[in-house]
C-alpha cells in the first residue's frame, strides 16, 4: 500500500512565519522592589529608626495608619503593623515614600467619629454575613464561619508578630552602659587642662560657668 506524505504549500509557511513576526515582545519582568520592614539591614534599621523616633505628636487614628501602612506596602511590598504610630512620624514615613500626606485629613480619617461609626460598621456588616449565612446553611454554614473567624484570627497574629519584629528592631532604644552591680556607668572626670565642655546655651549651670569665666 502506498504511502502519502502531505506537505504544507507555501502559503501556508508564508502565514506561520507572519504570526511569529507578529508576535509581541516578552515583557521584562518587573524590578525587585526595595526592602522593607521584612527585611533587616543595616540602612533600613537606621531609617525606620529615625523615621519611629518619639516625636511627640498626637496618635494617628486607626484609618490614617491604614493609610500609612497601605502606602508602605505599594512601596515595599509587605504591609506593616506601626501601631502607636504618631501623626508626626505618619508625615515622616509619607514624605520618605514620596506619598501625598494631605489624605491624612481627608476622608474622614482625621475624625474620631468616623473612624468608630467606620469600624463598628464593618464589624456588623461580618456579624449581618455570618447569621445569613447560619440561617441558610444551618449546619453547613458553620465551617464557613469557622474558616472566615480563622483567617482573622491567623491575620491577628501575623500583625502581632510583625508589630514584635518592629518593636524589637526599629522601635529599641539604645541603653546606657551599666556597671556589673546594676548601677549606671559613672562618667569620668575630665582633667583639668582640658577645656570645658561647651554644654547647653539655655542651661543655668552653663550660663553660670560662662559668667565666671569672664571675670577671669
Keep these: 500500500m502506498a504511502r502519502f506524505r502531505y506537505r504544507e ?4 509557511n508564508a502565514f506561520h512565519a507572519k504570526v511569529t ?3 509581541r515582545p516578552r515583557r521584562e519582568r518587573r524590578p525587585a522592589r526595595r526592602a522593607g520592614l521584612g527585611v533587616v539591614t543595616p ?3 537606621a531609617a525606620w529608626r529615625d523615621l519611629l523616633a518619639p516625636d511627640g505628636t498626637p496618635a494617628a487614628l486607626p484609618y490614617q495608619v491604614d493609610y500609612v501602612r497601605s502606602a508602605v506596602q505599594q512601596e515595599t511590598g509587605l504591609r506593616p503593623s506601626l501601631r502607636g504610630l504618631t501623626i508626626g512620624q505618619a508625615q515622616k514615613i509619607l514624605t520618605a515614600l514620596n506619598v501625598d500626606p494631605r489624605p491624612l485629613w481627608h476622608s474622614g480619617r482625621d475624625s474620631w467619629a468616623m473612624n468608630v461609626l467606620a469600624i463598628c460598621g464593618k464589624w456588623l456588616a461580618f456579624t449581618v ?3 445569613v449565612i447560619l440561617g ?3 449546619a453547613d454554614g458553620i465551617p464557613i464561619v469557622l474558616l472566615i473567624l480563622a483567617g482573622f484570627g491567623f491575620s491577628a497574629m501575623r500583625r502581632q508578630r510583625r508589630q514584635s519584629f518592629e518593636d524589637r528592631y526599629y522601635r529599641a532604644v539604645p541603653t546606657q552602659p551599666t556597671r556589673h ?5 559613672p562618667q569620668r572626670p575630665s582633667s583639668p587642662d582640658a577645656p570645658p565642655a561647651p554644654g547647653n546655651p539655655y542651661d543655668v549651670d552653663t550660663y553660670l560657668r560662662r559668667l565666671d569665666d569672664e571675670d577671669r
Design 9 to 12: 504549500p507555501a502559503s501556508s
Design 21 to 23: 513576526h507578529a508576535r
Design 43 to 45: 540602612q533600613t534599621t
Design 129 to 131: 454575613l455570618f447569621i
Design 136 to 138: 441558610l446553611g444551618r
Design 181 to 185: 552591680d546594676g548601677g549606671a556607668e
